[in-house]
């Protein structure tokens, strides 16, 4: 993945990944891009990634594509 020198992130996930997520966030009042400056800082300030984060969301994935909802 190239990294360029814009503000701009661009990432292809799961379409209903991205749906589900856009669901659960507007019931917080949250945009994508606040959620991801908001876990991005996170990361930035602890100096690493919670070590279940990925597993957690690759259950999660997982559990979506089983037809299961969580918006």
């Known amino acids: 993945m190239s990294i360029g020198r814009s503000g ?3 990432i292809e996930i799961d379409p209903l990944l991205k749906r589900e997520l856009h669901a659960v ?5 949250m945009t994508m891009k606040d959620w991801f400056v908001k876990s991005a800082m996170n990361c930035i ?3 690493a990634l919670e070590m279940d984060a ?3 969301l690759s259950a999660v994935v997982g559990e979506i594509r ?3 909802q969580y918006a």
């Open 8 to 10: 701009r992130v661009v």
């Open 25 to 29: 966030l507007a019931k917080n009042g």
């Open 45 to 47: 300030k602890s100096g």
């Open 54 to 56: 990925e597993e957690e």
């Open 66 to 68: 089983q037809g299961r």
